[in-house]
C-alpha cells in the first residue's frame, strides 16, 4: 500500500477547529469535561502530512474514557477498539469518508478480530486519541508537535524521513508509522523524554 504525503494545506486548521467545536458541543452535553489539541504533522504549519487530521483529547477521570464512546459513535466516527489491548488506557475512533459514494462503512466498531476499513476505498478524515490527561501518551504528542513547530531543522528533517517513507511500498499504515518510530524517539529523548 502507498501512503499519500501532500504539502501542508492551511484548511486543515480550519477543518480541526470546526470538527473541534461538534466534539467539545457532543462532549459537554454527556458532561465528560476534557482538554483538546490538534495534533501530528496536519497541526504543524510547512509539514507535508497525510491528509487525516490528528485530534487528542485529555480526560481527567479514567471513567471517562467509556463514556466517550456513545458520544463519537453518535457523531459519525468508528470506535476502533481492537488496540484496547495493546494500549488499555486508549480509546481511538477514525471517521471516514468512501471514495465512491454508493460504498458505505456499516459498522460502529471494529474490534480484535475485525477488518479495519481499506484505504483503497475509504478516506479517512480525522483520528480521535482518548486518553486521560496525566499520562505518558498525552504529554508526549503535544511536546513532539510544539517541538516540531519551533524547530525547522527537525521539522524538515521528518518531512524528508516522510516523503522517503511514502515512496515505499507498505503492508498496512501501522507499518510505515513504525518506521517514523527512531526519529520520533530520538526527538523525545532530546526532551527528555524516556
Excluded at 32 to 47: E, F, Q, R
Excluded at 110 to 124: F, I, K, T, W
Excluded at 166 to 187: C, M, P
Aim: proline share 5%; with cysteine; net charge positive.
Amino acid at each position: 500500500m502507498q501512503i499519500e504525503i501532500t504539502e501542508h494545506n492551511p484548511y486543515w486548521k480550519l477543518t480541526y477547529q470546526k470538527e473541534e467545536q461538534r466534539i467539545l458541543n457532543a462532549l459537554k452535553i454527556a458532561n465528560i469535561p476534557t482538554k483538546i489539541a490538534h495534533i501530528g504533522s496536519t497541526s504543524v504549519l510547512d509539514l507535508a502530512a497525510k491528509p487525516t487530521i490528528d485530534v487528542l483529547l485529555g480526560l481527567k477521570k479514567e471513567a471517562d474514557l467509556e463514556a466517550c464512546i456513545p458520544v463519537f459513535k453518535k457523531l459519525g466516527y468508528v470506535y476502533i477498539s481492537k488496540y484496547n489491548a495493546v494500549m488499555p488506557f486508549r480509546r481511538f475512533f477514525i471517521k471516514i469518508k468512501p471514495i465512491n459514494p454508493l460504498q458505505k462503512w456499516k459498522k460502529k466498531e471494529v474490534g480484535p478480530e475485525d477488518a479495519m476499513p481499506l484505504q483503497q476505498g475509504y478516506n479517512r478524515l480525522f483520528h480521535i486519541h482518548v486518553v486521560q490527561e496525566d499520562t505518558d501518551f498525552y504529554a508526549r504528542h503535544l511536546a513532539f508537535r510544539n517541538h516540531l513547530r519551533k524547530n525547522i531543522e527537525d521539522r524538515q528533517a521528518y518531512e524528508a524521513l516522510k516523503l522517503h517513507l511514502a515512496s515505499l511500498d507498505w503492508e498496512s499504515g501501522n507499518d510505515y508509522s513504525q518506521a517514523k518510530s527512531t526519529f520520533i524517539n530520538q526527538v523525545m529523548q532530546k526532551l527528555g523524554f524516556d
